[in-house]
C-alpha cells in the first residue's frame, strides 16, 4: 500500500482546504479586493501546499527509500530524518 493510498483521507481533506484558498483568491480578485488581502490569500495558499509537498516527500523518503520491511542501518534512519527536517524547514 502506498503512503498516499494510507494517508488518503487527510491529504483529501488538505487538498479541498486548498482549493477553498485557491476559490477565495479568484473571489478576492474578481471582486476587487485590497492588494493586501489578496497577497495574504496568496501567501496562506503557499503556505498550505508547501505543508502539502513536505508531507508528500516525507512518505516518499519512508516509504519509497527506506523500503518498510526491510532492514535499515541506523545511520540511514538518522540521515532520512535530517533530510525529512531540512525538507520541512525549507518549505515553512
Same mark, same amino acid.
Given at each position: 500500500m502506498s503512503h498516499t493510498t494510507k494517508n488518503k483521507t487527510r491529504m483529501l481533506s488538505r487538498v479541498r482546504r486548498i482549493k477553498g484558498q485557491v476559490e477565495a483568491i479568484e473571489r478576492a480578485l474578481d471582486g476587487g479586493g485590497e492588494c493586501e488581502d489578496?497577497?495574504?490569500?496568496?501567501? !496562506?495558499?503557499?503556505? +498550505?501546499?508547501?505543508? @502539502?509537498? =513536505?508531507?508528500?516527500?516525507?512518505?516518499?523518503?519512508?516509504?519509497?527509500?527506506?523500503?518498510?520491511?526491510?532492514?535499515?542501518?541506523? !545511520?540511514?534512519?538518522? +540521515?532520512?530524518?535530517? @533530510?525529512? =527536517?531540512v525538507v520541512k524547514r525549507y518549505f515553512n
Amino acid at each position: 500500500m502506498s503512503h498516499t493510498t494510507k494517508n488518503k483521507t487527510r491529504m483529501l481533506s488538505r487538498v479541498r482546504r486548498i482549493k477553498g484558498q485557491v476559490e477565495a483568491i479568484e473571489r478576492a480578485l474578481d471582486g476587487g479586493g485590497e492588494c493586501e488581502d489578496i497577497l495574504q490569500l496568496v501567501a !496562506s495558499c503557499r503556505g +498550505a501546499l508547501n505543508g @502539502l509537498m =513536505a508531507e508528500l516527500i516525507e512518505g516518499h523518503v519512508r516509504f519509497h527509500v527506506l523500503a518498510p520491511g526491510q532492514k535499515t542501518a541506523p !545511520s540511514q534512519l538518522e +540521515a532520512a530524518d535530517d @533530510l525529512i =527536517a531540512v525538507v520541512k524547514r525549507y518549505f515553512n
